[in-house]
């Protein structure tokens, strides 16, 4: 099992809702990443969480606030969001170690009115 | 962050055609993973390369770690149209958990 699931794969969200996005893998993996991604550009990392501490915040604004319950667990909670923020958010998650790939899920396309 | 520069931005070719694009940065990195990305979708890892000098092939795919450990290609010999898609590398630094994505490649191939 190679696989890292996310949802919900498509998330419509007015500028004052709370939402989550959340990823789960069972993989064993001890490293979770979020990463958002704009059309046409690359993935860009948002955090990182290895052994279920938050490792890297790429100084992501406060509206964005992951959480790592467990470690298959990884969840991003949505506050006051902008319609800039509308993006594919990406999980992916990797065996902690010098060397690893990192696998993806498929996203959640998240837009904000 | 550290920047990774992968050329070139785009390539139009024909079915057939070999193809090679690259990657490069001023730093060290530990891992270069190359991925293939389609629309609406995550990235799929295509080739992981974990030591300097390495090549290593997945069918008709070839990737190598550079010597310098600051670079690596990717070559596609004899596309098909299938293989139409952005194609990203992605680094790791030294005894870091931070990966980082070049700018991508947007690959078109004419049948």
């Known amino acids: 099992d190679t696989e890292v699931t996310q949802t919900p794969k498509h998330l419509v969200m007015g500028m004052t809702n709370k939402k989550s996005l959340k990823c789960e893998q069972h993989?064993?993996?001890?490293?979770m990443y979020w990463y958002k991604q704009k059309a046409k550009k690359p993935p860009e990392l948002m955090f990182v969480y290895s052994y279920e501490k938050l490792s890297i915040n790429e100084s992501v604004p406060s509206r964005f606030s992951p959480e790592c319950p467990n470690s298959s667990l990884l969840n991003l909670h949505l506050h006051a969001l902008q319609p800039e923020d509308s993006a594919l958010y990406l999980c992916a998650s990797r065996w902690l170690s010098d060397t690893g790939e990192l696998f993806f899920g498929e996203g959640s396309r998240l837009t904000v009115l | 962050g550290q920047q990774l520069n992968q050329s070139p931005q785009s390539m139009f070719i024909q079915e057939g055609e070999d193809v090679s694009m690259n990657c490069t940065s001023s730093s060290i990195f530990n891992t270069w993973l190359w991925y293939k990305q389609d629309p609406g979708e995550g990235p799929v890892l295509l080739i992981a390369?974990?030591?300097?000098?390495e090549l290593t092939s997945n069918g008709r795919l070839t990737a190598q770690f550079g010597i310098t450990r600051k670079d690596s290609f990717l070559n596609i010999s004899a596309s098909i149209p299938s293989d139409v898609g952005i194609y990203f590398c992605?680094?790791?630094?030294?005894?870091?958990?931070?990966?980082?994505f070049g700018a991508g490649t947007r690959l078109t191939v004419k049948p």
């Open positions: 993989m064993g993996h001890r490293a």
């Open positions: 992605a680094g790791q630094l030294q005894n870091n958990n931070d990966m980082r």
């Open positions: 390369l974990y030591k300097a000098g």
